[in-house]
């Protein structure tokens, strides 16, 4: 998991591929539409039904043991539908509202920063289920080692794309994931792979949130304009 903010920088940099290839045919809003799906097709929609699982239990107003089980059902319910469809129409919202002139980098540090708040959830967190399941080596295996060099990519990253105001984005989004970690130890005594699939979706779209709302006030980057020419 040390490498996931470098994945995550190379799923930012085929959305960027993407985004250009379909500026040459369609309208920015119609090109939102084409990179979220992209994004599905590129995680396999694995985070989104991560998503989906951890809305079902959660909102099902059971026992700890119950709403983890709901979240292993592979069966979707309607708080999940409802949570799935609410999260991709925000997500494209957003897309659609971002400057064209910076939706390049929105694209990569949105990525960047999903595939971090991942990494950080899992090193300070348990595994919610005594039973096992696929994340528990993830979650129980993570530590400083995987930590420190994934936030060493994502800061540099950061301040590449966006200069000093990129260590807002971080700070905030490690905000987020601190706030996602306690909210699961004390509704389900640790997290699951849901809830890192989760964890994943929340941090995008949080991303793309503060990216609408600093625009007006100018993201420029330290290296990106050099790098992009």
């Not at 985004?19 to 694995?46: D, E, K, N, Q, W």
């Not at 039904?49 to 700890?64: A, E, H, P, V």
């Not at 897309?95 to 990525?111: F, Q, V, Y």
């Amino acid at each position: 998991m040390a490498y996931y903010p470098l994945v995550g920088l190379g799923i930012g940099l085929v959305l960027v591929l993407a985004r250009h290839l379909f500026s040459f045919l369609f309208p920015h809003g119609v090109v939102a539409i084409l990179l979220v799906v992209v994004l599905i097709l590129l995680t396999g929609a694995l985070h989104l039904d991560g998503f989906s699982d951890t809305i079902d239990g959660l909102r099902s107003g059971k026992s700890r043991e119950e709403k983890l089980r709901i979240m292993r059902d592979s069966r979707i319910g309607a708080f999940g539908v409802v949570g799935l469809t609410c999260l991709l129409i925000l997500k494209f919202t957003l897309l659609s509202e971002i400057p064209e002139g910076i939706l390049d980098r929105a694209l990569i540090l949105m990525t960047v920063l999903s595939r971090w708040s991942m990494v950080q959830v899992c090193c300070f967190s348990v595994y919610a289920r005594s039973a096992g399941g696929l994340a528990k080596p993830f979650v129980n295996g993570v530590g400083r080692r995987e930590l420190l060099p994934s936030t060493a990519v994502t800061v540099v990253v950061a301040l590449v794309l966006l200069g000093f105001k990129g260590l807002i984005f971080v700070g905030l989004n490690a905000l987020l994931n601190h706030g996602i970690k306690a909210f699961f130890h004390r509704g389900l005594g640790g997290i699951t792979g849901d809830v890192l699939g989760a964890t994943n979706e929340v941090s995008e779209v949080l991303c793309l949130a503060m990216i609408c709302v600093m625009s007006p006030w100018g993201l420029d980057g330290f290296l990106y304009p050099l790098l992009m020419g």
